[in-house]
């Protein structure tokens, strides 16, 4: 069953704004990945943040953790036209053997209005 | 260089026809895997591989059928192409395990079974 629900499931937001897209998921986890599909594209890995952290920067990115509540937060500060895209949230979790793979939420798609 | 490489890019087939999706990467990585993305945008693992070996084989019907000649490939082989199969598949890989990085996904094949 599907492991992450991401929300908003749509965020259209002036350029220069802050974006903030948050996703819950259900299971312990080893670490929680976010990644960006821009349309007809691949996903591109933007951050990890590992289950024994709380927030993690990486640019203009900034991904929070707080596993009591199961829940992920991803902001995207001072927003550009190119951050258009779709936005998954991706949980790893615990696991004897490895390999389990990623289980991705449903998504937020994110557009950046000039 | 291409770290994930999948080919082809797009597939357009008949019902009922036998094809097959190639994945190579070059980054070393230990495990390769296969998701499938739906018109909705959904991602789901089908099969993930470690070492040639296979790991996961989620709940996908035995019509698909992976195959890793070396850990550096992981091709997809699909017989009697069925409407439903319609979709975008990904190839990724990643270097495992417990929380030792993001995955790398290839650029997806779209396939249309007509």
């Known amino acids: 069953s599907q492991q992450g629900e991401e929300d908003p499931q749509a965020l259209s937001i002036q350029e220069g704004e802050n974006a903030t897209m948050n996703c819950s998921y259900k299971?312990?986890?080893?670490?929680l990945q976010w990644y960006r599909q821009n349309s007809g594209r691949g996903l591109v890995h933007l951050i990890l943040?590992?289950?024994?952290?709380r927030e993690k920067h990486s640019g203009r990115l900034r991904v929070t953790l707080d596993t009591s509540k199961k829940s992920s937060s991803l902001l995207i500060t001072a927003s550009r036209a190119a951050d258009t895209a779709s936005y998954f949230c991706?949980?790893?979790?615990?696991?004897?053997?490895?390999?389990?793979?990623?289980?991705f939420g449903k998504g937020t798609h994110l557009i950046i209005q000039p | 260089d291409t770290a994930v490489s999948q080919t082809p890019k797009y597939l357009v087939t008949q019902m009922g026809n036998d094809k097959s999706i190639k994945c190579e990467q070059n980054?070393?990585?230990?495990?390769m895997y296969w998701y499938k993305q739906d018109s909705k945008k959904f991602l789901k693992i089908m099969f993930s591989?470690?070492?040639?070996?296979?790991?996961i084989n989620e709940t996908v019907p035995n019509r698909f059928s992976p195959k890793s000649p070396d850990k550096a490939h992981l091709n997809l082989h699909i017989n009697s192409l069925e409407l439903g199969d319609s979709a975008v598949y990904f190839c990724?890989?990643?270097?495992?395990?417990?929380?030792?990085?993001?995955?790398?996904f290839g650029s997806g094949t779209r396939l249309t079974v007509v």
């Open positions: 990724a890989s990643s270097q495992l395990r417990q929380g030792a990085g993001g995955y790398t």
């Open positions: 299971t312990s986890i080893n670490n």
């Open positions: 943040i590992r289950s024994n952290e």
């Open positions: 991706a949980t790893d979790v615990l696991s004897g053997g490895g390999a389990d793979g990623l289980t």
């Open positions: 980054l070393g990585h230990d495990t």
């Open positions: 591989y470690n070492n040639k070996e296979l790991i």
